[in-house]
């Protein structure tokens, strides 16, 4: 058999008012045919779908061809040329690749440009018209992921990640690879989606202890029975200003039964129930928050910035922490923060390490949000930010953030750096040489999923109410896209109300 596979993966936050642009595809690894096997064969989804495939069909003779890999960190809206080239690529190998029996993707699922709100239901119809009706096509979806009836007309399964935080990159890919050999067997299959008039703050979408954990355990309860293709809960990208969005449940099955409808409408239940739950978070203004973290017995304290969540595509450039830090006299074990700040990095590069720094930094790429502080120390480090994530949202995944200097003010570390990144790993700290488990204070930007990474060593966590594009203060966004009336923006009686389902009920 010949399968073709591919990926692409971008979250975009529509608040954000930075392009995404070609190069920002570059830095992150742009591959195309066999270098996207040969390179990224081990990543992620993809390097779960290859593994598994090999595992069912590794005495075959089966051909895994590579379309396209086009993957960079969430930010801002693709800029309308990029997703021309990207689309260029998608379908000059498609031509050239010629027939085949299946097809995988590796998809984020709330990807928009300039003049497109579905990147990722755009890519799907694009391989459905050139490979036919006929050949089975599998997208791996992440849990926040904003579904679209374009998506569920051009995929034939789409299958999501069990975890938030994303611990399951590896195994969606397996369970995708799964799906495909089912229906290269000639099973078929039925997909239900109920999209509900609703979103909400990220702090407390834990699936494993959080308000969802049993939303979540009946998914994979009801992927046990062996009718059930995939089973998905979607909580959607709330930052993401486009038409469908909200929370989807998709249930995709080898028959058609009415206890399939009957369970999408329990899930739909479920999710609704714990609407108002999923949004009574506790967080603090940042002087107050600072002020907490200090006050706890013990440390390390981490500082949750979701705010500025670089993982929900916020810039990575506020103060608001940082301003705080520097105004303390003694910070016992020292803060560690990071700022995305090329202007501020290359300043650093100039004067040279043991040199003295002094200048503004941050607020760059979101003046709107967070100005720029003056920031005075010894620029402690340089370095190329380079590692590699293996933890929350990626597995075995290259990072690639650019130049970065460490700059130490009092108490306060600094990491700057030219791009963006994870914001929920601690790991980016000790790529740099700082240590976040045995300061007194670190921020994380991210709103939960620093957790998986940051909770085994953390004496407490602080979660912080600054402005940005990723903050859940619904009233404070400009929503023009998004269906209405849409919970909690709007009064919503019900689940039902104005949501949609698929298929179309006549």
Do not use: K
Request: contains cysteine.
């Amino acid at each position: 058999m010949r399968i073709a596979v591919g990926q692409l993966w971008q979250e975009t936050n529509t608040f954000n008012p930075n392009p995404t642009v070609w190069s920002d595809f570059e830095n992150w690894g742009v591959a195309e045919g066999e270098e996207v096997v040969e390179r990224y064969g081990e990543t992620g989804e993809l390097g779960g779908f290859l593994s598994r495939w090999s595992e069912n069909r590794g005495s075959t003779n089966d051909e895994l061809l590579g379309l396209a890999r086009f993957a960079c960190w969430p930010w801002g809206r693709v800029e309308s040329s990029t997703w021309s080239m990207i689309r260029q690529s998608f379908s000059r190998q498609l031509q050239q690749i010629g027939a085949v029996d299946g097809v995988f993707l590796a998809l984020h699922g709330a990807m928009a440009s300039d003049d497109e709100h579905d990147l990722t239901g755009a890519v799907l119809e694009m391989v459905r018209g050139s490979v036919g009706p006929d050949v089975p096509i599998v997208g791996s979806l992440d849990l926040h992921a904003n579904i679209t009836p374009r998506m569920l007309d051009s995929a034939d399964l789409l299958v999501g990640y069990h975890t938030c935080p994303h611990l399951d990159a590896i195994e969606t890919g397996q369970r995708s690879a799964d799906g495909l050999l089912r229906l290269l067997s000639g099973e078929s299959v039925t997909t239900r989606c109920l999209t509900l008039p609703m979103i909400c703050a990220a702090e407390l979408q834990n699936t494993f202890t959080g308000p969802p954990a049993r939303l979540y355990r009946r998914l994979e309860s009801l992927e046990e029975d062996p009718r059930v293709l995939t089973a998905g809960l979607y909580m959607s990208m709330p930052w993401f200003d486009c038409p469908h969005l909200g929370w989807s449940i998709v249930l995709s099955t080898s028959d058609d039964l009415p206890v399939w409808r009957e369970s999408v409408d329990e899930l739909a239940a479920g999710c609704w129930e714990i609407r108002e739950e999923m949004e009574a978070v506790e967080r603090y203004e940042p002087r107050e928050a600072v002020e907490r973290a200090l006050a706890v017995e013990g440390t390390p304290v981490v500082i949750g910035d979701g705010a500025d969540a670089t993982n929900s595509g916020a810039p990575g450039d506020s103060t608001h922490l940082l301003a705080e830090f520097l105004r303390q006299e003694q910070i016992p074990g020292g803060a560690l923060v990071f700022l995305v700040d090329p202007d501020a990095v290359a300043a650093a590069i100039e004067v040279g390490e043991g040199a003295s720094f002094d200048g503004d930094v941050g607020g760059g790429y979101a003046p709107e949000y967070s100005p720029s502080v003056r920031l005075t120390g010894v620029v402690q480090r340089l370095l190329d930010v380079d590692w590699v994530l293996d933890g929350h949202i990626g597995r075995n995944l290259p990072i690639h953030m650019g130049r970065g200097a460490v700059v130490r003010s009092g108490d306060v570390s600094v990491l700057l750096v030219e791009r963006s990144g994870p914001g929920s790993s601690p790991r980016l700290y000790v790529t740099a040489g700082l240590d976040p488990t045995t300061c007194g204070l670190v921020v994380a930007r991210s709103p939960a999923g620093f957790r998986a990474e940051y909770d085994p060593f953390v004496a407490a966590t602080v979660l912080a109410d600054c402005p940005g594009c990723a903050a859940p203060n619904w009233s404070r966004l400009r929503f023009q896209n998004v269906p209405r009336p849409l919970w909690p923006l709007d009064a919503v009686v019900g689940p039902y109300e104005d949501g949609w389902v698929w298929p179309p009920v006549a």
